[in-house]
């Protein structure tokens, strides 16, 4: 089946640092989207893109679906104690169905 | 964004007892959801997929007598967990794709499932 691999597992980095992460893939994707989630909750939405290149800022946060549509990154500006989450990345190829990466556990140290 | 919502939170029940969970979408109606499961520090894993008006469509290896899936309706989808055994402890997730965009799937803020 589908995998993505995410990329780093976990980074413990200090307040106002910045932060990137990136998701790749053998197969191609027509969708990539971002969540956070935090402990004990579901998986938030933070950026979705829909377009080969594209590239979308949400606040501090920034995202771009990659041009072989096979990989994303997103990065996340100045960091703040409140970052601290684990970050998914998941891709869609036909139909409504999601494929998870594994995740990116991300400390922020006051 | 779209809002889905789970009934229970939290629950906790004896071994062999069966233990329903609701998912709804608030502000929009989903014709399919999807039924996660996670455990401790890893990512989501796919159950099942949940079809208004149809069957469910199963994730190979999930069993659909023991995780039983209803979609009564454009707004609600249930799961139960039958005849739950220590080993089905875990997070239970629901999403759905919101009306505006069919690619964009909205969670619901989960089901954590302790059983004794």
């Known amino acids: 089946g589908q995998q993505l691999n995410q990329s780093p597992q976990s980074m413990f980095i200090q307040e106002g640092e910045d932060v990137s992460m990136n998701c790749t893939s053998s197969s191609i994707f027509n969708t990539w989207l971002w969540y956070k989630q935090d402990p004990g909750e579901g998986p938030v939405l933070l950026i979705a893109l829909y377009k080969a290149g594209e590239l979308t800022s949400n606040g501090r946060l920034t995202a771009q679906f990659g041009i072989t549509r096979k990989d994303s990154f997103l990065n996340i500006s100045a960091s703040i104690p409140s970052d601290v989450g684990i970050y998914f990345c998941?891709?869609?190829?036909?139909?409504?169905?999601?494929?998870f990466g594994e995740g990116t556990q991300l400390t922020v140290n006051p | 964004g779209a809002v889905v919502s789970q009934h229970p939170s939290w629950v906790i029940c004896k071994s062999g007892t069966s233990v329903k969970i609701e998912c709804r979408s608030l502000d929009f109606q989903a014709t399919t959801m999807f039924w996660y499961r996670q455990f401790p520090k890893q990512s989501l894993m796919l159950m099942a997929t949940?079809?208004?008006?149809?069957?469910?469509?199963?994730e190979q290896g999930v069993e659909k007598d023991k995780f039983l899936i209803n979609h009564a309706s454009l707004t609600l989808s249930t799961l139960t967990v039958t005849s739950a055994h220590p080993e089905d402890s875990s997070f239970y997730i629901c999403?759905?794709?919101?009306?505006?965009?069919?690619?964009?799937?909205?969670f619901g803020p989960g089901t954590r499932l302790t059983v004794l």
């Open positions: 949940s079809n208004e008006g149809s069957k469910a469509t199963y």
């Open positions: 998941a891709g869609r190829t036909s139909g409504s169905r999601l494929t």
């Open positions: 999403s759905a794709p919101s009306g505006g965009h069919t690619d964009t799937q909205y």
